[in-house]
T-cell receptor
Framework: QKEVEQNSGPLSVPEGAIASLNCTYS??????FFWYRQYSGKSPELIMS????GDKEDGRFTAQLNKASQYVSLLIRDSQPSDSATYLC?????????????FGIGTKLQVIP | NAGVTQTPKFQVLKTGQSMTLQCAQD?????MYWYRQDPGMGLRLIYY???????DKGEVPNGYNVSRLNKREFSLRLESAAPSQTSVYFC?????????FGSGTRLTVV
């Protein structure tokens, strides 16, 4: 079982719709959870972080965490063509003083005008 | 504010050739990382340096060496390149648990 699992997609949504991106992780003691956005040919950039169960909102983005189900999601409201990118889920675990961060393979999102 | 600077951006090597990828950060971070990114595999950690003077192996270290030259600079060396090392390489520096990535090096080994 992979440590961090994501569906590679592509996930296609029409402009203005809600895009829902999902991620599961295997290690129950994982502590911090992140979403990075990566445009084609570019480097990943951090867009959201979440540490406790529930929702965290930032503009059109909402991160959701359910530690009991080992599940993290990212909702993008009012999706725009500029949101078309690959979204990487990342999970942090403090392993013997070292902050181990494991990335998923990423979900490719396509927002159709 | 440059953040994390990687050179070169593109490189083509012949099998058996060597090269060094350079990385420098100006954010005064202690930790620096080298990842490779391959289709369907995601970002995989090659080596990391938790602080100046220390380096440790990550998930896929075979065929690579690193040097933490000072707090700013962390280089990745391929001593004898193989086609399996064709990939996109990212350097990152870390504040707490947040990674800031360089722009990447697209390496092709023929």
């Amino acid at each position: 079982q992979k440590e961090v699992e994501q569906n590679s997609g592509p996930l296609s949504v029409p402009e203005g719709a809600i895009a829902s991106l999902n991620c599961t992780y295997s290690d129950r003691v994982s502590q911090s959870f992140f979403w990075y956005r990566q445009y084609s040919g570019k480097s990943p950039e951090l867009i959201m972080s979440i540490y406790s169960n529930g929702d965290k909102e930032d503009g059109r983005f909402t991160a959701q965490l359910n530690k009991a189900s080992q599940y993290v999601s990212l909702l993008i409201r009012d999706s725009q063509p500029s949101d078309s990118a690959t979204y990487l889920c990342a999970v942090n675990l403090n392993s013997g003083g070292y902050q181990k961060v494991t990335f998923g393979i990423g979900t490719k999102l396509q927002v159709i005008p | 504010n440059a953040g994390v600077t990687q050179t070169p951006k593109f490189q083509v090597l012949k099998t058996g050739q060597s090269m060094t990828l350079q990385c420098a950060q100006d954010m005064n971070h202690n930790s620096m990382y080298w990842y490779r990114q391959d289709p369907g595999m995601g970002l995989r950690l090659i080596y990391y340096s938790a602080s100046e003077g220390t380096t440790d192996k990550g998930e896929v270290p075979n065929g690579y060496n690193v040097s933490r030259l000072n707090k700013r600079e962390f280089s990745l060396r391929l001593e004898s390149a193989a086609p399996s090392q064709t990939s996109v390489y990212f350097c990152a520096s870390r504040e707490g648990v947040f990674d800031t990535f360089g722009s990447g090096t697209r390496l092709t080994v023929v």
